[in-house]
């Protein structure tokens, strides 16, 4: 008996710690919120500088550090696998998002950006993050892109 117990209470603490990890992630996002690419879609090409205009439709734009519910601001990933995947990936959802070339944070709350790619092929994905930097629970991510600058 004392044994069976014993094992109750070991279900019950790795419950707590899966529960502890949920909450490691970002702020909630508004059921059925959307980011996508206004002016460019997959398999476009165009000539730079490229400008990239942020769509988001459910939830609103405020600056990082803004606690206010159902908001975030915008991110740009160049050229990296999609959100959640890849070497970084599980990081990137649970602690936030790393800002360096390939993850370009506008959290000023820009709606636009201008990007001096070089000529040839790159990926784009937008990613709304919250107050902190981190992807909200479940991410609102939009589509990879895969644009051809000339
Ligand atoms: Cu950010």
Do not use: C, W
């Not at 117990?5 to 603490?13: A, C, D, I, Y």
């Not at 360096?100 to 994905?125: I, K, M, Y």
């Not at 589509?143 to 051809?148: A, F, G, L, Q, R």
């Amino acid at each position: 008996m004392k044994s069976f117990l014993s094992s109750q209470v070991k279900v019950g603490v790795a419950a707590l710690f899966l529960a502890g990890a949920a909450f490691a992630q970002g702020e909630p996002s508004a059921e059925g919120a959307e980011v996508y690419f206004v002016n460019l879609k997959d398999g476009d090409t165009v000539t730079g500088p490229v400008r990239v205009v942020f769509g988001l439709k459910g939830m609103g734009v405020a600056p990082a550090g803004t606690e206010k519910e159902n908001t975030g601001h915008h991110h740009l990933l160049i050229n990296r696998p999609p959100l959640g995947e890849g070497e970084e990936g599980a990081d990137e959802l649970l602690y936030g998002l790393p800002a360096d070339d390939n993850h370009v944070h506008f959290g000023g709350g820009q709606t636009e950006t201008s990007l001096d790619l070089p000529a040839g092929t790159h990926t784009l994905q937008l990613v709304l993050g919250d107050l902190n930097h981190v992807p909200h629970a479940s991410p609102v991510t939009s589509e990879v892109i895969t644009i051809t600058v000339k």
